[in-house]
């Protein structure tokens, strides 16, 4: 082969090896593209849904009434009662409310649990508001300790109109499982 | 398909070494071709050994010969062996085989790196067959690896992820080799419109494969840390979602069903001009539409997941990008039959394979319309309709592009016609059993026959025994196609420079078979 | 394997026949397409694909009749001559990229309509929580303390065995039934709040139309609605491989009218 074409060659090589690594990268880049996709289109990200938002201070509608259902799972690696304490409440948008869980723990060990939220439906995620929530941090129990656990929350007045029933649903997980966080 | 020793003594300089150090240190695109094809023929028939066995305990309801589990890691491995070991690697022993003849180059352009990613290959899939001797078995979770469920895979985990990365970078090393190959290495005047369309396809082809392997490896090398590391990109516990697999999965994978299929379509593109005895039709509007083939396969890779729960945005997207991909394959589809408008035609067994790609692909895209359809893929999903529609596109489709390519050019690598009448034996055989086997998958999945699954309700067991005769048969008929073959490199009737009647291209103007060494010094065009 | 010299359709007669006598006699023809099924989502549903499939149909008639026809008749043997110079034709070229691309938009228009109807929950009067485990569900009547578990029947689960020596044409319903069916009321709009425990599950009942995952962490949601006169059983499976035994946790919904269901419900809860 001559010098000029292998020359030619390795450029091309070189470029395409870039492309791959760039690619590869890319593959990467889809987890926090994923968030912005999720927060475009309002389903929320989880970073968002865990972390503290604040209520706007104008006045409820009171016209209008939505009932926020509440539910609680505990998957496979926890050993917890964990349940809420009212199964719904009907709730106008832009007033704060108060709801609670109870955790109980069932493992003969100190355990930390950490509550992993979601809202249903999808698209009312960006318009539920906790302003205080057991799940923005782990919670730490004792042996057998059993305790309450609060959300505070407002819905907003934004909420569109098809939507008359929002869920709000833990998972409780056990930190133990939960160690690094890349997501 | 080795194309035997008589062709050393036709290379007029450099014949290769002889026996197995030939196969271990050569270097050259058509060696390696041949062990790619072989190799590939060799996954072809292993993983079709596990298909039957999968169609042996569907045959009737009831649990007759293998436990779930080992199911599950059957339908797993199969799918991973067809789609990496054997379709992918046939369409890359064509490249190596076909590309420099086509474009009049000397050998592909890093033939060091070729024989390196053979091997590759080669261990990923000693690597990934022995995870069935390893405690716990083969993957089991399906080719799609979804999370958590990949995640209680046992022994075979990092196995199955590292075999992962070799074949993946042994396709990008082939795709690099490829593209290099055709940007620097054509003849003097051959400009890239003059490019026969299987070198075309393959060109674009390989792009796809830089731009979505790697991905791939990123998605893989996730769940790898995921799984040792405590990250949590996929574990709602730690704050990660398993949903977001599936896209980074499907963001490689649409594509990758087209990585298959469009070398298909480059060689179908070649035999049914041949056979017409004309041109191929709109020769510019098939390129474009390739190339917008694999621009939409980026967009509509959601089309996979309708059922994970998608804003309504998102889902009324992929289903009209989905749509839209089916236009340049309708717009193909138009140009073959009109290349064979007004043509001349025999039905020699690669027009016949090519034939019959026509009709079935075209009925594996069909389906692909009406899975596109969000609302009716709530009822298809994950059901025999899906399982029908990929092996429509997969078997009569990439398969028989590549069974079509082999009756094509065999004659050009051996220097010997193969036995016509036995050809043209294995292509009805094979054609038939085909629609046996999976056309009743339509009806089981419309049923409500779910997939993946290793017993069924007893109202699903007639499709279910039809279907099975026909695999039987399907997976027999090969065999035939496996002893043509042999035949065809043992001896036979010599076969000319041009082999067919209406021979176009490069390939034809080099003896059959075709010397060790061709195009040293690069053919005049014209 | 025997040569037939010379004639090339023999083995494609001798195949179809082959294939035609392993059509079961008794094949039940109600098994060749999707259910209509008994709710207005399962309804939209099956004519979404029914339009899919004519549509498909009539396409596959043009084009499969013009390939045949000129396999038919540009055949060289029969003297067909090649016109070489048929290459382009731009006019013709246009329109069967830009006609295709009208008929498929035109195709996914009527989903919109569907798609928006399946997504919106509003109105409904009954949320059910389903949970699935590996390899069974957990039914949860929000705010009615009333759960249970929902298992492959104990018949299907000792025929499936391997080696169990137990015909499954035996036992009624096979991998169709369950210790404990979900029990809802006709003619109600009902929420479906769906998650699971370990691996991602799918519910799915196809007289019910709808399929959605039920995924880990998350909550996902859908309604079913069974029409007010059409009380019954309906059956379903998980759609999602989830493991070993993905094939063997089905779903049974019986659909009592209202006051039926109600009674059903009190009785529950008494004995919870
Ligand atoms: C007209 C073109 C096509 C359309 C519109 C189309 C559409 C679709 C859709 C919507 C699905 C998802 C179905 C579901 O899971 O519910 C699907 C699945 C699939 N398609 Fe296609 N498809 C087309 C062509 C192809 C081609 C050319 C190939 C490969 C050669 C292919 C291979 C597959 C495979 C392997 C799956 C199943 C993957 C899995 O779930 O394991 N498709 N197709
Ligand atoms: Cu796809
Ligand atoms: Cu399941």
């Known amino acids: 082969m001559e010098a000029p074409r292998r020359k030619s060659n390795r450029g091309l090589v070189a470029r395409l090896v870039l492309m791959t690594a760039g690619s590869f990268a890319f593959g990467f880049a889809l987890v926090p593209l994923y968030d912005v996709f999720c927060e475009v289109t309002g389903i929320g990200t989880r970073a968002e849904l865990s972390r503290a938002a604040t209520a706007d201070a104008s006045a409820p509608d009171v016209n209008r009434t939505v009932v926020v259902e509440f539910t609680a799972s505990v998957p496979d690696n926890g050993s917890w009662e964990f349940a809420p304490v009212v199964a719904s409440m009907e709730v106008h948008p832009g007033r704060l409310y108060e709801a609670h869980y109870t955790a109980h723990n069932l493992a003969d060990r100190e355990t930390t649990g950490q509550a992993v939220p979601s809202i249903t439906p999808l698209r009312a995620a960006r318009y539920f508001r906790k302003t205080e929530c057991f799940c923005f941090t782990p919670q730490k129990f004792a042996r057998d300790e059993q305790r309450e656990l609060l959300v505070r929350f407002t819905v907003d007045r934004d909420l569109p109109p098809g939507i008359d029933r929002l869920t709000l649903s833990y998972a409780f997980y056990d930190v133990a499982h939960v160690a690094g966080g890349a997501g | 398909m080795a194309h035997g020793n008589e062709a050393a003594g036709h290379g007029n300089h450099d014949g290769p070494p002889k026996g197995l150090v030939r196969w271990l240190t050569t270097t050259n695109h058509k060696d390696i071709g041949t062990m790619y094809l072989v190799f590939s023929l060799a996954m072809f028939l292993i993983g079709g050994l596990m298909a039957l066995a999968i169609r042996a305990e569907l045959f009737q309801p009831g649990l007759q010969f293998v436990n779930p589990s080992f199911f599950n890691q059957l339908t797993t491995v199969h799918a991973l062996v067809m789609v990496f070991g054997a379709v992918m690697p046939a369409t890359v022993g064509l490249a190596n085989w076909m590309i420099p003849l086509q474009i009049g180059a000397a050998d592909m352009a890093l033939p060091r790196m070729n024989l390196f990613s053979f091997w590759l290959l080669f261990f990923a899939f000693m690597l990934l067959i022995s995870t069935f001797f390893v405690p716990g078995g083969a993957p089991a979770a399906g080719w799609t690896l979804y999370p958590p469920l990949v995640l209680q895979t046992g022994t075979a985990f990092p196995m199955a992820i590292f075999a992962i990365h070799m074949m993946g970078a042994s396709s990008i090393m082939g795709a690099i080799n490829v593209i290099v190959t055709i940007v620097n290495m054509r003849a003097p005047g051959m400009t890239l419109l003059k490019m026969p369309l299987f070198s075309w396809s393959w060109l674009i082809t390989a792009y796809l494969l830089i731009a979505v392997m790697p991905v791939f490896a990123g998605g893989v090398t996730m769940l790898l840390t995921d799984y040792y590391f405590q990250t949590s990109f996929f574990n709602a516990a730690g704050g990660g979602d398993p949903v977001l697999f599936q896209h980074v999965f499907w963001f490689f994978g649409h594509p990758e069903v087209y990585i298959m299929i469009l070398p298909a379509f480059g060689i179908i593109s070649e035999i049914i001009p041949t056979f017409s005895r004309k041109p191929i039709f709109g020769y510019e509007a098939m390129v474009y539409a390739i190339a917008s083939i694999a621009f939409l396969s980026f967009i509509v890779w959601a089309h996979h997941m309708f059922t994970v729960g998608m804003p309504l945005a998102g889902q009324l997207f992929f289903t009209l990008s989905t749509m839209l991909i089916a236009v340049p394959t309708g717009v193909k589809v138009f140009n073959w039959t009109t290349t064979m408008w007004r043509g001349s035609l025999s039905f020699e067994p690669p027009m016949l394979f090519a034939l019959a790609f026509l009709f079935l692909f075209t009925i594996g895209g069909f389906s692909g319309l009406m899975l596109a359809i969000a609302p009716a893929d709530f009822q298809y999903h994950d059901t025999y309709f899906v399982v029908a529609h990929f092996h429509y596109v997969l078997v009569p489709g990439a398969v028989f592009g590549i069974m079509a390519a082999v009756y094509y050019w065999l004659p050009k690598w051996t220097g010997h016609m193969y036995d016509m009448t036995l050809a043209k034996w294995h292509f009805w055989l094979t054609a038939i059993f085909v629609n046996v086997l999976f056309f009743p998958q339509h009806f089981l999945g419309l049923a409500g026959m779910q997939r993946r699954i290793p017993d069924y309700p007893t109202q699903f067991t007639d499709w279910n025994m039809v279907s099975s005769i026909g695999g039987f048969g399907f997976g027999l008929s090969q065999l035939l196609f496996v002893w043509v073959i042999i035949r065809c490199v043992k001896g036979g009737q010599r076969a000319t420079a041009g082999v067919w009647d209406w021979p176009h291209g490069l390939e034809w103007t080099v003896p059959s078979p075709a010397p060790y060494h061709t195009f040293e010094k690069a053919p005049e065009l014209h | 394997m025997s040569i037939v010299k010379r004639n090339s359709k023999l083995p494609a007669v001798a195949g179809a026949l082959a294939a035609l006598t392993t059509l079961p006699a008794h094949a039940d023809w109600s098994l060749l397409n999707m259910p209509k099924g008994v709710s207005e989502l399962s309804r939209g549903n099956y004519d979404m694909h029914m339009i899919m499939l004519w549509i498909c149909f009539a396409i596959a008639v043009v084009t499969f009749g013009a390939m045949i026809f000129a396999m038919i008749r540009f055949r060289k043997s029969r003297g067909a001559v090649a016109d070489t110079k048929l290459l382009h034709n731009a006019r013709l070229e246009a329109a069967w990229t830009l006609v295709p691309t009208v008929i498929l938009i035109a195709m996914a228009i009527p989903s919109v309509e569907k798609l928006i109807k399946i997504e919106d929950m509003s109105g409904s009067e009954l949320t059910v929580k389903i949970t699935g485990y590996q390899w069974y569900w957990q039914y949860e009547y929000l705010g009615k303390q009333v759960s249970f578990y929902s298992r492959l029947a104990r018949t299907s689960d000792l025929a499936r065995q391997r ?92 659909a009592k009218p209202k006051p039926e269901f109600e009674a059903w419900l009190a009785q529950q809860q008494v004995t919870e």
């Open chain 3, 163 to 254: 080696g169990s020596g137990i015909d499954p044409n035996t036992v009624e319903n096979y991998l169709l039934e369950v210790d404990k069916p979900l029990v809802v009321p006709t003619g109600t709009k009902i929420r479906l709040l769906l998650t699971a425990n370990d691996v991602i599950h799918a519910w799915w009942v196809p007289d019910f139309g709808m399929k959605r995952d039920a995924i880990p962490g998350f909550m996902n949601e859908m309604w079913i609605s069974v029409d007010a006169d059409k009380p019954g059983t309906y059956r379903g499976k998980c759609a999602e491989l989830c493991g070993a035994d993905h094939g063997f946790m089905p779903i049974v919904v019986v």
